[in-house]
């Protein structure tokens, strides 16, 4: 079980602390004893000798006088007893008391010296009542809070690495053929001008597939940055899918694949980047017609949900496995690497798409199931 998950409880006294504790009650006992014995004999003396104070009590305060003053000094003594006992009790908590949250202070210095020396996995693991309570729970959401603020750097970090590594794999493929078939050229390998043609052409390929790679991870640095300026105009999102839906119809009928839009009965007024939103749709039908693998059907809808523009894209054919549905929207993730290969994407499209969604304070997600494979879109309607 990790530290920070342990049952929180009472602070265990070390034995040394209760010896403490103990002589702090006796000498106090013995201090007030000493005390009592003190003003005892003074109150006997005043009792005793001063007539002035019989008098004095007697005329302001007979009852009390009555009350306290026997002249076989029976009477007074019984409260006076009782009284000073009562004090006695109060001082005797109060300076026990005042030990203990003493104690109580030192052992969370000796956790939060702990917890400073590195160990972040640990807790204050006490459960108190008061001031000395709220301040441990402080102490814990504050270690808490700084945990967690390390640890997203430390994925941050961690991520940029992915990030170069990816990078550096995919622009290395390409390059690395890139530069065979132009070696092949220079060394004047090639046995016709069919194979110069040939190799010349694969280069030229293999750059522009650099070239989107790059295009690609340039989109994706600049929208993945939340400050990214947008600009924002407003329009009919019925209009929009409509219009990329004509453009995209002849590439899908060459496929022999049909395209669907059911609209929302009414127009749905948005505020956004069109430009960038086209590039969102763009890639959720070029991804539905490149990996709807068997399918023959592709079907947009849109509709109003409460203050929600809703947008499906789904595509039949083959399903996305479950466990691939959360990683789809990471960077550089294709479901079965060869399959992706063929089909030349370099998975950033979902990644880029999430990121302008939430430009537009709007989330995205994926769904695959009887048949079907599905991206869901919520965006914010403009409020009128
Ligand atoms: P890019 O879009 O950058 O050219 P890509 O299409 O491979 O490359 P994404 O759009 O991010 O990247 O898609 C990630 C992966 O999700 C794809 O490689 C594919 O395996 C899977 N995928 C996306 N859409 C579908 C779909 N409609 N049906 C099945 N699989 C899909
Ligand atoms: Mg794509």
Excluded at 73 to 78: H, I, L, P, T
Aim: aromatic share 10%; glycine share 6%; proline share 2%.
């Amino acid at each position: 079980m990790k530290d920070n998950q342990k049952k929180f409880n009472r602070i265990q006294l070390t034995s040394k602390e209760k010896s403490e504790l103990l002589i702090e009650g006796i000498v106090t006992i013995i201090l007030l004893i000493l005390l009592n014995l003190v003003i005892y004999m003074l109150l006997v003396q005043i009792f005793q000798s001063s007539l002035s104070i019989d008098k004095i009590l007697n005329s302001f305060i007979p009852s009390i006088y009555d009350t306290f003053y026997d002249p076989n000094y029976f009477v007074w003594k019984k409260p006076i007893f009782f009284m000073l006992g009562l004090i006695d009790i109060g001082v005797l908590y109060w300076r026990l008391i005042r030990r203990y949250k003493q104690m109580q202070q030192r052992h969370i210095i000796s956790e939060l010296h702990y917890i400073s020396n590195g160990h972040y996995d640990h807790r204050i693991p006490f459960d108190l009542n008061g001031d000395l309570g709220k301040l441990i729970r402080s102490i814990n959401a504050l270690v808490d809070s700084t945990v967690e603020a390390i640890e997203e750097e430390r994925r941050i970090e961690q991520s940029k690495d992915e990030l170069i590594t990816n990078v550096s794999h995919d622009i290395r493929t390409p390059l690395t053929s890139i530069i065979g078939y132009l070696g092949l050229i220079e060394e004047r390998k090639f046995s016709s001008e069919e194979d110069l043609l040939k190799y010349t052409h694969t280069a030229y390929m293999k750059s522009r597939q650099m070239k989107v790679l790059v295009d690609d991870l340039f989109e994706y640095t600049k929208v993945r940055q939340s400050n990214t300026p947008l600009s924002l105009v407003t329009f009919d999102m019925q209009q929009l899918i409509a219009q990329i839906v004509v453009d995209f119809e002849l590439e899908a009928s060459k496929k022999g694949i049909t395209v669907d839009f059911i609209g929302n009965p009414s127009s749905l007024m948005m505020e956004g980047d069109t430009e960038k939103l086209v590039r969102v749709f763009d890639n959720l039908l070029s991804n539905a017609l490149k990996y709807g693998v068997g399918g023959k059907s592709i079907i947009i809808h849109s509709e109003r949900i409460g203050s929600e523009s809703v947008i499906t894209v789904k595509n039949d054919g083959q399903e996305i496995p479950k466990e691939s549905l959360d990683l789809l929207f990471d960077r550089f993730y294709r479901v079965e690497e060869s399959r992706s290969q063929q089909t030349g994407g370099t998975g950033l499209g979902l990644a880029i798409a999430q990121s302008i969604v939430t430009l537009h304070n709007g989330y995205i997600y994926a769904n695959s199931e009887n048949g079907w494979t599905s991206f869901v879109i919520h965006l914010p309607l403009k409020s009128i």
